[in-house]
């Protein structure tokens, strides 16, 4: 389903599920795999394996400096992507008035993304399972400032007692206008 709200434009993402958080023996490559340690991951959010279209693994770093500083190896993440069967690597840490978060799909020849839809519906999911986000409230990302191109997406989360739903909004802007003839 898809809504336009004043200048925000709302959408549902596939029913969200998680498929396992990554065996612990893969994490210090996958943390390597960005330069760095597994100092830098928070001690109670673990990599995680979530889709809302688009599996990726959700990859918490400890702070936005650490987000920040992170330099991916493209080589180790494709193969990290390919044999864990997820599109890439959803980076993210809390702040105080926003998630921020970095994504990487080499595998898909996409070295970062500066907004991602499927990959926040699917942080949202993540961030619900561990009991920081609550149903209804609207929730702020920022994602591509590692890039130099900051976007802003807001997710709410619904559930209705048995089915977990999740919307991903942002602005949009008209950037052509034409007609389709069938």
Not at 39 to 61: C, F, K, Q, W
Not at 173 to 182: E, F, P
Request: hydrophobic share 35%.
């Amino acid at each position: 389903e898809v809504e336009v709200s004043g200048e925000t434009v709302w959408m549902d993402m596939a029913p969200p599920k998680t498929l396992g958080i990554l065996p612990e023996e893969s994490w210090e490559e996958l943390y390597g795999a960005y330069g760095l340690t597994l100092e830098d991951r928070p001690a109670d959010l673990p990599p995680e394996i979530v889709s809302t279209g688009l599996a990726d693994i959700m990859m918490p770093v400890r702070d936005y400096e650490t987000l920040l500083r992170a330099v991916q190896d493209e080589r180790t993440v494709t193969e990290l992507s390919r044999g864990f069967d997820v599109t890439g690597v959803h980076m993210f840490c809390l702040g105080e008035e926003a998630v921020y978060c970095s994504n990487f799909a080499p595998l898909y020849d996409i070295p970062e993304e500066c907004a991602t839809g499927t990959s926040n519906g699917a942080l949202t999911y993540y961030l619900y399972l561990h009991g920081m986000v609550r149903p209804e409230e609207e929730n702020l990302f920022v994602q591509g400032e590692h890039m130099h191109r900051p976007s802003q997406i807001r997710s709410r989360l619904y559930d209705d007692g048995g089915t977990v739903t999740v919307r991903i909004g942002g602005s949009a802007v008209m950037s052509m206008r034409c007609d389709i003839k069938l």
